[in-house]
């Protein structure tokens, strides 16, 4: 079994865990080579050790900007009620791992543009300290290079296509002119694609140049990352695409509803004796308070479920896990992302139950339809 890369545990930020991942070592080691030899022509009667040390406290501090950068979407998402499930600083930049998309286009505005927002301060106190200590000693020259490396970040992630800020912003426009997220995620990740192919050519021009290969590769790697999330984000628009095609009460389980109080053993006899794929519990007076998650069922040893309570593998029916019947479209997704849950109650207009939606049967449905 092929083994995750280990990343490097940073601290928390408002309960987010913040993460390096080892292939930041090789943008490091990158930046470091490049900027070596400028700081050792621009500052006087320095050593190369000296200025290549330099480089290299450039390239820890414009990860700690970049790091600045995705906090500012993380907190603006927190603050909109969004949870986050981690950042993470790798090779291409930063990323913030936001558990559930936003529901309004002017919530997608607001999380997509806070990291732009921390790189433009960024950058205005990065020119402040420059024009402050001059671009002739260390101080000034780390501050001329964290001011370009700020706007580097600021320009190329508001370029106006997925899975960039501008991107985001560009799809969130759309969304509040259209109504539909659907129509902004296609012009958003085929404005991404554009970009992507500009921005390979640009490398390739470029690579002649001095330093030409290590900024071609650059242009070529950061155009790959763009297409590939580009793509990533149409085929997802295609998907949510087909949904209205998706009928709810073809892809229903049949249910058992039975009393929490029995034993996995007992319950599992039940389901074979029947032709129910999945288990509600009810209440005394029959009302539906709990699903069982399969996956957890499952885990349970051969001989531990006839002293095991059900209840225990059992998820409480919170709102967001009772579905009508009606729903389809955008807003069956958008309740799925709502209460991520592997299975859902789906309700009749009376408030009955109608049947247990599992939500590898829609996944499997959904790349069948497309």
Sequence with gaps: MRRRPRLLFLGRFFGVPLYFAP??????????RVYGPPIHRSVAD????????????????FALCVLAHELGHTAVSLALGSPVKRVVIFLLGGISEIEREPEQAR?????????????????????WGEHALGTHTLP????????????SVLVFNLLPGLPLDGGRMLRAGIWGVAHSRLVGTRIGAWAGRALAVAMAALGIYLSG????????????????????GATAALRSAEVLDRVPSVALPSLLRPGLMVPG???VAEALTRVWAGSARGLVLVDSSDRPTAIVTE????????????????????????????????????????A??????????VVNPDGSPAGILAITDLATTLKGAA
């Excluded at 001329?144 to 706007?151: D, E, I, K, P, V």
């Excluded at 155009?223 to 590939?228: N, V």
């Excluded at 225990?312 to 729903?327: D, F, H, N, S, Y």
């Design 107 to 127: 919530d997608e505005l607001l999380v997509a543009a806070a990291g732009p927002a921390v790189s433009g301060l960024l950058t205005g106190l990065a020119a």
């Design 209 to 228: 140049g001095q330093n030409g290969f290590i900024v071609g590769f650059v242009f070529v790697f950061m155009a790959a990352y763009l297409w590939l």
């Design 140 to 151: 000034g020259v780390l501050a001329t290079l964290l001011f370009w490396g700020n706007l």
């Design 46 to 61: 320095i050593s190369w050790s000296t200025a290549y040390l330099t480089a290299f406290a450039f390239t820890v501090l």
């Design 336 to 345: 799925i992302r709502a209460t991520p849950a592997s299975e859902y109650l």
């Design 261 to 263: 109080d029995i034993s």
């Design 295 to 334: 996956s957890l069922i499952g885990d349970v040893p051969p001989e531990r479920r006839a002293w095991t309570p059900l209840a225990t593998v059992a998820r409480a029916l919170e709102p967001g896990l009772l579905i009508p019947i009606g729903l389809t479209g955008e807003a069956l997704i958008d």
């Design 23 to 32: 292939s930041w070592l090789l943008i490091a080691a990158i930046l470091t």
